[in-house]
């Protein structure tokens, strides 16, 4: 052990002038450089050559590299091999990584430390470096101040190397310019011969060190003109750590600690040095990965994800192979939801946060700006994943605005003539065969609210469960709740142009041979439901006010569309009219408050809808036509005003928010179907559309209402009706409390039709049965109720299911686990007695009813409700055999009297009209 209090006495004598990266020298630098050495001469026991040997020694230089530092040939070597000295023995004999108080230094001596190291890295480091380094400012005043030896710059990387880990000398960054010198060191030794020690010397900068001082040092020796070798050096040290782990982020984090550049020239920069030609495939990929993770890093930094951002699309640019590494992994993104890997019933697949963080990572990705994101092609694939994620979010949440965002992007960059229709086309025809395949939810996938306010779990539905794709519906509402009022046009006039080639393609009236069940469900898509789906989204943006006023600015295009429309009159007419009634009130709507469509090349439009009054017989068709002459006639005459006056005010007020507003709505639109107002019965359509939309109101007030409004709807369209109510019932996706108050609707609606609705028995049957089978408690015991109601007025007509009927109350008897169920189950036996006029009619199904009536009535251990039902309906039969019974007696009692008239009467006067003979 040495005396280090005699070593730091020495420090505190020396003076260190370039000490704290002075740039300034004193005026007599060569008198304070011998002041120094004089100093250290006085304090060492040692001489100088056996302070060079136990140096060498230490730290590893052979006889050969130690005869070659001569301290005799300079003061300056003399002085750098006495201060490394004295370094070298403080380092070694204080323990600086100890945190026992035995081991402690005052701040005063870690400060004479710090100045010893700063001066030995002036002297040692800075003034023998490669010539050209001294072509820089920042090293020009250190040229030849030492003699240039190779010997002595290695043993002083060496002592460099060794005195960096010392964490207590990097206090305020006082070790900055002393990595920086010893960096330069290493390369211009290593011009020279390439020692092993040097590499490790690297590494250690690398590792050890700051990484982004390590590239802010590259960068800086990079700037000064050298000679190819170096330069060469330098730039293998810049793309080796680049692509090593953590090299992008340290680079872009070098880069904008550059004072006076904005972010988008540090970006520029970046991209500019990281995604160029000449880097291997693998290296590409690699950095690719880091690119990525740094942009997932700093998902709320938008600088830095400007960066990113733009890298990545340069690196996309590049090749093809990197266009498919970066779909690859941005497939893989949603890999969690597209493909889960186990489905596992009530498995939490993703949490609420990090859907919203990787929405939030493809909203900066494709959306940051026009020139920085990637293109918007590779957001063809995922829209059905989008929309459906879009649908399943709550309202207020950010996410659905940014998914919105990506949507709207996707769309608006598609060209408008082609490729924006085969989108839409694909989109709502759900091709699913073709290339890119789409990329969409499992269909055991579903979102559900979470506990938390506006919050969402990602979870595996039970095995029964089926996805519902209704793009009609999520489409429009997305692209309305957006100001992209262009593109709405844009996506209008494209499905309505899809419409219009749906109706050129007649289908034969033989169908070919369908093998599989999914050949039938895609026949059944494209001739039906398609059709269906985009009436409906023509619907909903034709409500978009702003619509208009775009399409203002197409009137050409919308007008061809409209006549190539209006020549395709199906020559079955029942089949298209419902279709065509609809596109005329589109139309209405589009006209009536639209004076530039009104003038604008309406002539060729006067002679299509003339011709279709003409050819068409149905009524509804010809007040639509009568309606739309009107408005192409120019100006609206004062009587036409007032017709389509009271209409209008009852569809605002039904379109309101309030309760008391949409109920009064309602009252008049009733009014308006029961006085068979024109206007209000060629916009029929459009009535049960809101209808629809206002049943879903959570208030009892307004639904309640609803349902009359229904039941004033069935006068008009019975099976328009019937058939809608019944789809909505029997849609598995909406909500149970909606589905419950169409099921009351349905009920009214048939009971309002009376008996006459047994032209829609199969329907109303079918529905209620399909809903008796449904794993919801609740949802099955009101399908038994509302058939209770529907067996009772329709009993007359239920022999063809009466044994799926049995069954069905059967199975629920027995193997169901839901009491209320099982009451309605009963009612309905009950209610099907109830309903039966002549027992005669229906002998084969009253046995096997009075059997499990009567078994439910004796059974002690049955629920008191059921056992109640039971009785009732044994009541009612036996009343309706009493009847039957009474009647038969009554029959045979009777006695027939043939009187002959004017013979022996006790009037004689004959009266006139009447016949020969009566019968009593």
Not at 323 to 350: C, R
């Given at each position: ?14 003076n260190?002038?370039?000490a704290?990266?002075?740039q ?6 060569t008198?304070?450089?011998e ?11 040692l001489?100088?050559q056996?302070q ?15 005869s070659?530092?001569d ?12 201060l490394?000295?004295?370094?070298h ?13 035995e ?19 002036y ?7 490669h010539?050209d380094f001294y072509?820089?400012?920042i ?8 003699p240039a ?9 060496k ?30 030794l290593?011009i ?7 590499s490790?010397?690297?590494s ?16 800086l020796l990079k700037?000064?003109?050298?000679c190819a070798p170096?330069?060469?050096?330098l ?7 680049l692509h ?5 982020a ?6 904008q ?18 995604a160029?030609?000449g880097?291997?495939?693998s290296?590409q ?11 997932r890093?700093?998902?709320?930094d ?9 890298t990545l ?11 498919k590494?970066?779909e ?5 993104h ?15 697949l ?6 919203c ?9 494709f ?6 994101c ?13 929309l459906?994620?879009y ?5 207020e ?15 608006d960059?598609r ?16 091709e699913i ?9 499992h269909?055991?996938?579903l979102?559900?609210?979470?506990s ?11 095995s ?5 794709h209704?793009?009609a519906r ?11 009022n ?6 209008f006039l494209a499905l ?5 080639k749906?109706?050129k393609?007649?289908?034969?009236s ?13 026949f059944?898509h494209?001739?039906y ?5 985009l ?19 197409h009137t ?9 429309l209006?020549q395709?009159?199906?020559?079955e007419e ?22 530039e ?8 439009l006067k ?14 068709i ?5 309606a ?7 100006a609206w ?5 007032l017709k ?7 569809r ?18 009733m ?15 459009l009535?049960?559309?809101?209808a ?11 639904f309640?209402n ?5 039941v ?7 099976s328009?009706?019937l058939?809608?109510?019944s ?8 909500e ?7 099921g009351?609707?349905?009920l ?58 049995l ?5 629920e ?8 169920s099982?009451r309605?189950a009963?009612l ?21 009813v ?7 009535e004796a ?8 056992r ?14 009493r009847?039957l019974i ?15 008239l ?13 016949h ?5």
């Amino acid at each position: 052990m040495v005396n280090t209090a005699k070593y730091f006495a020495l420090l505190e004598s020396l003076n260190f002038e370039k000490a704290l990266a002075k740039q300034a020298t004193c005026s007599n630098a060569t008198g304070y450089l011998e002041g120094n050495l004089v100093i250290l001469q006085k304090y060492a026991k040692l001489n100088l050559q056996e302070q060079l040997h136990e140096l060498c020694t230490d730290y590893g230089l052979n006889p050969e590299q130690q005869s070659r530092i001569d301290p005799a040939v300079d003061p300056s070597i003399s002085y750098i091999v006495r201060l490394q000295h004295v370094i070298h023995l403080l380092t070694k004999n204080i323990n600086f990584h100890s945190d026992a108080k035995e081991d402690l230094i005052s701040v005063a001596h870690l400060k004479l430390c710090i100045q010893a190291t700063q001066e030995l890295s002036y002297y040692g480091l800075r003034c023998q470096l490669h010539e050209d380094f001294y072509k820089s400012p920042i090293f020009n005043e250190a040229k030849g101040k030492v003699p240039a030896n190779p010997a002595l710059l290695l043993l002083s990387i060496k002592i460099f190397v060794n005195i960096l880990p010392i964490r207590q000398f990097h206090i305020a960054n006082s070790m900055e310019l002393v990595q920086r010198d010893l960096l330069a060191a290493i390369l211009s030794l290593r011009i020279q011969e390439d020692y092993p020690e040097l590499s490790s010397a690297i590494s250690y900068l690398w590792e050890q060190e700051s990484k982004s001082d390590f590239f802010r040092h590259v960068l800086l020796l990079k700037a000064t003109p050298l000679c190819a070798p170096l330069a060469k050096l330098l730039h293998h040290q810049l793309l080796e750590k680049l692509h090593s782990p953590q090299g992008f982020a340290s680079f872009v984090e070098a880069l904008q600690q550059t004072p006076n550049v904005s972010p988008s020239r540090n970006a520029e920069i970046v991209a500019g040095i990281v995604a160029r030609k000449g880097f291997t495939q693998s290296a590409q990929e690699k950095m690719i990965q880091q690119v990525l993770e740094y942009c997932r890093f700093y998902l709320q930094d938008a600088d830095k994800l400007c960066v990113g951002i733009l890298t990545l699309r340069r690196f996309y640019d590049l090749s093809e192979r990197n266009q498919k590494v970066i779909e690859e992994i941005l497939s893989n993104h949603w890999k969690t939801l597209i493909e889960p890997e186990d489905l596992i019933a009530g498995l939490i697949l993703m949490d609420h946060q990090e859907l919203c963080n990787r929405i939030l990572f493809w909203q900066h990705l494709f959306c940051s700006s026009s020139v920085a994101c990637l293109p918007s092609n590779l957001l063809i694939e995922y829209l059905p994943l989008l929309l459906q994620l879009y649908d399943g979010l709550p309202l207020e949440l950010p996410a659905r605005n940014q998914i919105s965002g990506l949507v709207s992007r996707c769309l608006d960059n598609r060209e408008r003539e082609k490729e924006l229709p085969a989108v839409l086309q694909r989109l709502f025809s759900w091709e699913i065969d073709e290339e890119p395949a789409w990329k969409c939810l499992h269909p055991r996938v579903l979102l559900l609210p979470s506990s938390e306010k506006n919050e969402i779990q990602i979870k595996v539905a039970p095995s029964e469960y089926q996805v519902d794709h209704d793009m009609a519906r999520i489409l429009p509402g997305l692209l309305t709740s957006t100001s992209h009022n262009a593109l709405i046009c844009n996506v209008f006039l494209a499905l309505l142009g899809f419409m219009v080639k749906l109706l050129k393609e007649k289908s034969s009236s033989s169908v070919d041979f369908i093998s599989t069940e999914s050949e039938l469900k895609d026949f059944l898509h494209s001739k039906y439901q398609l059709k269906l789906d985009l009436l409906i989204a023509l619907n909903q943006l034709v409500a978009h006010q702003p619509l208009r006023v775009q399409l203002a600015m197409h009137t050409k295009e919308f007008v061809v569309i409209l006549k190539d429309l209006l020549q395709q009159r199906s020559e079955e007419e029942e089949t298209a009219v419902h279709i065509l009634l609809l596109i005329l009130n589109l139309l209405h709507e589009l006209i009536e408050s639209s004076e530039e469509l009104q003038l604008s090349e309406s002539r060729e439009l006067k002679e299509q809808l003339l011709l279709l009054k003409s050819e068409s017989r149905n009524s509804l068709i010809q007040q639509s036509v009568e309606a739309l002459l009107n408005l192409l006639q120019g100006a609206w005459r004062p009587s036409d005003s007032l017709k389509t006056q009271p209409f209008q005010k009852a569809r605002s007020l039904i379109e309101k928010k309030e309760s008391h507003l949409q109920v009064y709505g309602i009252q008049l639109m009733m009014d308006l179907l029961h006085k068979k107002d024109p206007t209000t019965m060629s916009q029929s359509h459009l009535v049960i559309a809101l209808a629809l939309t206002t049943l879903k109101d959570k208030e009892s007030y307004t639904f309640l209402n609803c349902v009359r409004l229904f039941v004033a709807l069935v006068h008009v369209m019975e099976s328009e009706v019937l058939e809608k109510l019944s789809d909505e019932y029997l849609s598995e996706t909406a909500e149970l409390d909606y589905r419950l108050v169409v099921g009351e609707a349905i009920l009214k609606v048939s009971q309002e039709i009376g008996p006459l609705c047994y032209r829609y028995k199969g329907v109303l049957l079918n529905c209620f049965m399909h809903g008796a089978r449904s794993p919801l408690h609740e949802f099955r015991m009101s399908a038994f109720a509302n058939l209770a109601q529907l067996c009772r007025l329709l009993a007359f007509q239920v022999h063809n299911f009466f044994e799926e009927l049995l069954q069905l109350v059967n199975n629920e008897l027995t193997s169901g686990g839901y009491v209320p169920s099982k009451r309605a189950a009963v009612l309905v036996l009950a209610e099907l007695l109830n309903g039966m006029e002549n027992l005669l009619d229906y002998q084969d199904m009253l046995l096997p009813v009075y059997r499990l009536l009567k078994t439910i009535e004796a059974s002690e251990s049955c629920d008191p409700q059921m056992r109640q039902h039971a009785a009732n309906g044994l009541k009612i039969l036996n009343e309706k055999c009493r009847e039957l019974i009474q009647t038969s007696l009554e029959e045979r009692s009777l006695q027939k009297q043939i009187k002959v008239l004017g013979i022996k009467d006790s009037n004689p006067t004959p009266r006139k009209n009447r016949h020969i003979l009566e019968l009593n």
